[in-house]
């Protein structure tokens, strides 16, 4: 069993695959080493990169565009899909990706650059398109915001998908966007029991503050809807319903989810943690994972991915429905307004 590192979400550094050489620590020195280990601290690394926005070529994601201002994710999420890309950049998926955090300084320059161009479109800019775009990382370099500044000053509409309250902090810009249909938020909450929480999601905002911002976000004015995602059978999945209810009661307006699907290295990554946090029911877990994937912890097929696929798989659709049928209907999620666009953006008047 691994050393776990205090307030992290992965227990373990998974080799990278695009590395020819790897290095492993000897678990006599590590023995001595449990003081550093047990604490990662977290490092920035700034990047300046040449483009912002990423159009998706996914079928499951048709006409997805998103910015996002961050690699790597404090929140340790143990199950995020993005783990793997932080092999491209020579770091691990595992601790690395919650420790080694690359800001794109320069972000914000970047999106007006493309409002500017000849070649844009306006549509949707979704922020979280990867990682949380308010993770910690954002209190210290208000990224974010300044993306948020630019999609008002442009009235280019913006959608926004967090696991942090920090959200909150931008009321404000919101606000004045939504009164346009120019924005819409969804809170994405996994569980509410507090237990499962800071394992599954060590850093985040718990249940029950991401419920308490969804709500004060309506109050608001700003549309809001929740995601129940990843669903991890065995682990998650039956507080659907219940999680539905009370978004529903803060005025959620829609819902969504996938099941949990772990590719490349976040197979090994999630079977560490689950053995280490479930060892009664870890291979209770992991059965039913495979079971929505035609057998195997790792899906890449378009279409199955997200939702998986067999009884099990059904199963839980079938109840995701239920619960909105009961506690949404007659609610649906807003389509924002492409048409306010202004080329060169707000005319400014000081």
């Known amino acids: 069993m691994s050393t776990a590192p205090k307030g992290r979400g992965a227990g373990i550094n998974t080799p990278n695959r695009f590395s020819k050489l790897r290095v492993e620590q000897d678990e006599e020195w590590a023995d001595h080493r449990d003081d550093e280990l047990s604490d990662p601290v977290t490092q920035f690394i700034t990047e300046y990169p040449k483009s912002i926005v990423s159009d998706a070529e996914s079928p499951d994601l048709e006409g997805f565009t998103s910015v996002n201002p961050y690699r790597g994710c404090e929140h340790g999420c143990i199950y995020c899909f993005a783990r793997n890309s932080h092999e491209y950049w020579g770091f691990s998926a595992g601790l690395d990706f919650e420790t080694r955090i690359i800001v794109k300084m320069n972000a914000p320059d970047l999106l007006e650059q493309a409002f500017n161009s000849k070649k844009w479109r306006p549509r949707v800019i979704h922020l979280s398109g990867n990682t949380d775009c308010y993770q910690p990382a954002e209190k210290k370099f208000g990224l974010t915001r300044r993306l948020l500044e630019v999609c008002l000053r442009y009235r280019n509409p913006v959608a926004i998908l967090t696991k942090n309250a920090l959200v909150r902090r931008d009321l404000d810009i919101l606000q004045e966007l939504a009164q346009m249909n120019l924005a819409s938020v969804a809170l994405s ?26 709500g004060e976000l309506h109050r608001a004015g700003i549309p809001v809807g929740v995601m129940t ?15 539905i209810k009370a978004a529903s009661e803060r ?14 290295a976040i197979g090994g990554i999630f079977t560490e943690w689950v053995r280490r946090h479930y060892p009664d029911r870890a291979d209770k877990i992991l059965n039913q994972i495979r079971a929505c994937h035609n057998g195997s912890l790792n899906d890449s ?49 000081f």
Do not use: S
């Open 251 to 264: 005025g959620a307006c829609w819902a969504g989810f996938t099941i949990v699907r772990l590719n490349g």
């Open 301 to 349: 097929r378009f279409y199955q991915r997200m939702r998986g696929e067999g009884v099990l798989a059904q199963t839980i659709q079938q109840m995701h429905q239920l619960a909105c049928n009961r506690f949404l209907a007659g609610r649906t999620a807003p389509q924002l307004d492409t048409t306010r666009f202004i080329k060169g953006g707000q005319l400014r008047l």
């Open 189 to 214: 909450v996994t569980t509410l029991n507090e237990t499962t929480r800071r394992a599954l999601e060590p850093r985040t905002a718990t249940g029950q503050k991401r419920l308490d911002t969804l």
């Open 229 to 243: 995602a990843p669903l991890i059978p065995g682990l998650n999945d039956h507080e659907v319903p219940a999680i």
